[in-house]
């Protein structure tokens, strides 16, 4: 059993989480990282509380009182526009301070955002692939999936 935590982009604070807890469901974008076979429980979910996220520096601990293993950033700092600036931060800070995992993304990105990102020269320079590169391996078809 692996316990996680998503922390979601405070701009879409009012989402109801349906593509993540769908991904989670169906091990699809970020989680295929777990077998199907093995239970996952998500045992806390909140945002970075807006720009510039300070909830971030707060809100991992609570995940981690109630068993959080890994902490997942979700797909929408990745393909929000614009892109979270501080995805990168806000990594790094996890681990360090809390020492947990950190996993950037949660549903797989769909494939209509991923269309228009790919164009966008800023998302490549800032190297989305080499931090949330298992959404960017997801197959088309799962990405139109989650349109
Ligand atoms: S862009 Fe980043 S800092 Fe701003 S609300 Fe979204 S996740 Fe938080």
């Known amino acids: 059993m692996t316990k996680i ?3 979601i982009c405070g701009r879409y604070e009012s989402c109801g989480g349906g593509k993540c807890f769908r991904a989670l469901r169906e091990r699809a974008g970020a989680f295929a990282a777990y077998p199907k076979e093995e239970p996952v429980e998500l045992v806390g979910y909140s945002t970075c509380g807006g720009c510039p996220g300070g909830n971030v520096e707060y809100v991992p601990e609570e995940m981690i009182t109630n068993g959080a293993q890994v902490i997942h950033l979700a797909t929408c700092l990745v393909v929000g526009y614009p892109p979270c600036p501080q995805i990168r931060e806000f990594k ?3 681990q360090a301070r809390y020492g947990v995992s950190v ?3 949660t549903h797989p990105i769909p494939l209509k955002y991923m269309k228009v990102h ?3 020269d800023f998302w490549k320079k800032m190297g989305m692939e080499g931090i949330a590169g298992a959404l960017m ?3 088309a078809k799962t990405m139109e999936a989650y349109d």
């Open 137 to 139: 391996k997801e197959d």
């Open 5 to 7: 935590g998503i922390i």
């Open 92 to 94: 790094e800070f996890i």
């Open 118 to 120: 790919e164009q966008l």
């Open 103 to 105: 996993i950037v993304g």
